[in-house]
């Protein structure tokens, strides 16, 4: 059985928070308690359609299948999209990178940041 679109985002936006496939599955069976938890090949699927579309819907819902015409616009508009999501990629590891510096930090001082802002 397909995934709802619901379960989709679901599924998406809980890997983005955590970056844990198993926390995913465990939330996903806390979420849909009725549905059988999607197997790790489902959820990779998911995400992976998501880095590379931007969503994990089904945009093709409906449509003959047929390809859209090739031309140098759109060819260009891909990649203005493609270089705009290895931008926000890139803006997400460095953000990542940062609370992970600042976790480190804040553990090694006990807790404390005040007096430390410049």
């Known amino acids: 059985m397909q995934l709802t679109?619901?379960?989709?985002?679901?599924v998406v936006s809980k890997w983005?928070?955590?970056?844990?496939?198993?926390?995913?599955?465990?939330?996903?069976?806390?979420?849909?308690?009725?549905?059988?938890v999607p197997a790790k090949s489902t959820i990779l699927k998911?995400?992976?359609k998501y880095q590379r579309e931007?969503?994990?819907?089904?945009v093709n819902k409906g449509r003959s299948g047929r390809?859209?015409?090739r031309s140098d616009e759109n060819i260009r508009i891909v990649a203005a999209v493609?270089?705009?999501r290895g931008q926000r990629d890139i803006i997400r590891d460095?953000?990542?990178a940062m609370?992970?510096?600042?976790?480190?930090?804040?553990?090694?001082?006990?807790?404390?940041?005040?007096?430390?802002?410049?």
Request: aromatic content about 8%; hydrophobic content about 35%.
């Open 5 to 10: 679109q619901d379960q989709r985002v679901f």
């Open 16 to 36: 983005l928070r955590s970056g844990s496939l198993q926390q995913v599955a465990d939330q996903f069976r806390e979420r849909f308690p009725d549905r059988n």
């Open 46 to 48: 998911n995400i992976k």
């Open 54 to 58: 931007g969503t994990s819907l089904n």
């Open 67 to 69: 390809r859209t015409a």
């Open 82 to 84: 493609e270089d705009l």
């Open 94 to 96: 460095a953000v990542r």
């Open 99 to 118: 609370r992970s510096m600042a976790d480190i930090w804040i553990e090694r001082n006990g807790g404390h940041v005040e007096g430390h802002w410049g």
